[in-house]
């Protein structure tokens, strides 16, 4: 089979990955843990077109509608990044793959058309690398394996190996894609990422997403990584964001809902203090972004709600899935002009045979 479907979803980090100890490898100064999503997501259909004597051509295709989503327009450096990456899974992955019985096979010649697209608006300015990264990365690898399709399917489900080897992959071209690959909660240290098994006391999640602005960023999180570094603030960093993740993952596995909402709310200003006090200082922060805080923060003192940021101005809002229609009316009233995207937590990225 030449034509090849898979999706992941994005993840939001509860303890964040910010700054890294190598960035041509994205290995990261701090552990981090995140909690998978579910629909919104990246889908991606890699079809091979054999023919022709010449090398592998990757080709991006424009205005692309896959499973009923169009894909967003990308830059020559972009999709130079994406053929990259799908040289680089090619490169680093048969070798495993053979190991674990699997008969990879490199295309040769013709055509490699990639078709991607989100499941959330571009204009949102969500953070689409985590998914898109993921979604590649398995596509590619299950193009490998296209002649034994079943048998990597297996893999892919029932060997960690193969799931930590496309972790690990998928990081090199993005960071935080690392932990779409499993969930509902993952942690990611060095250069391995690892599901975390939560209580049954931790309530099923909804992430609420309140979209503030539209813009594209004016800072990418690539260049944070770097900014953060310049920060007085960043003396101390590693230690506190690794204990944090220690904490976390603790309260995952005791359902201490409280506490990891604690947390969350520390890591999330502290991320932003760093974009605040960097040399070159920045911030993502609009007035909304701002307005939604400070009427959230009496929330989540209480422990009614777990509030997130990312690089970006919008507000995570996680709330138990059984009191989300509740929340969605609470923020909706007070402010009425924004937009809300609503998802649950999600299982991680798979491959979609038909
Ligand atoms: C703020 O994964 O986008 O979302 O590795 O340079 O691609 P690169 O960075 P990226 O960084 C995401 C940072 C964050 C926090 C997080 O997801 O942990």
Request: charged share 20%.
């Amino acid at each position: 089979m030449n034509r090849i479907v898979a999706q992941a979803p994005s993840n939001i980090a509860i303890i964040k990955y910010m700054g890294k100890v190598d960035s041509q490898k994205n290995l990261p100064a701090n552990p981090s843990l995140s909690m998978t999503l579910n629909r919104l997501r990246t889908e991606v259909e890699l079809n091979w077109v054999p023919g022709g004597e010449k090398a592998l051509q990757v080709q991006w295709i424009h205005d692309a509608v896959v499973a009923g989503f169009r894909s967003p327009s990308l830059s020559d450096a972009g999709i130079a990044k994406v053929s990259r990456h799908i040289e680089r899974v090619f490169e680093e992955l048969p070798v495993l793959l053979r190991s674990l019985g699997l008969s990879p096979s490199i295309p040769r010649g013709g055509i490699l058309e990639i078709r991607s697209a989100n499941t959330f608006p571009e204009a949102a300015g969500i953070a689409s690398s985590a998914s898109s990264f993921a979604a590649l990365t398995l596509a590619a690898a299950a193009v490998l394996c296209r002649e034994s399709l079943v048998s990597f399917l297996k893999a892919f489900e029932q060997d960690v190996r193969l799931k930590q080897s496309l972790s690990g992959i998928s990081r090199q071209g993005s960071g935080s894609s690392c932990r779409s690959f499993d969930g509902p909660w993952v942690k990611w240290e060095g250069d391995q990422a690892y599901p975390v098994t939560p209580s049954l006391r931790m309530p099923e999640l909804s992430d609420l997403v309140v979209l503030v602005g539209k813009g594209a960023k004016e800072v990418s999180s690539s260049e944070a990584h770097q900014r953060v570094l310049s920060s007085p603030l960043w003396r101390g960093r590693v230690e506190r964001a690794s204990r944090r993740v220690q904490d976390a993952e603790e309260a995952i596995a005791l359902g201490e809902w409280k506490s990891l909402v604690q947390w969350a709310w520390q890591d999330f200003w502290e991320m932003h203090s760093l974009f605040h006090t960097a040399q070159k200082n920045f911030t993502y922060w609009l007035p909304e972004s701002v307005a939604i805080l400070k009427w959230i923060q009496p929330f989540v003192e209480k422990g009614e709600c777990l509030v997130t940021m990312d690089a970006g101005p919008h507000v995570h809002i996680l709330v138990s899935q059984e009191r989300s229609a509740y929340w969605l009316h609470k923020i909706r009233d007070t402010f009425p002009g924004l937009e809300i995207l609503e998802d649950t937590q999600g299982k991680g990225a798979s491959l979609c045979l038909n």
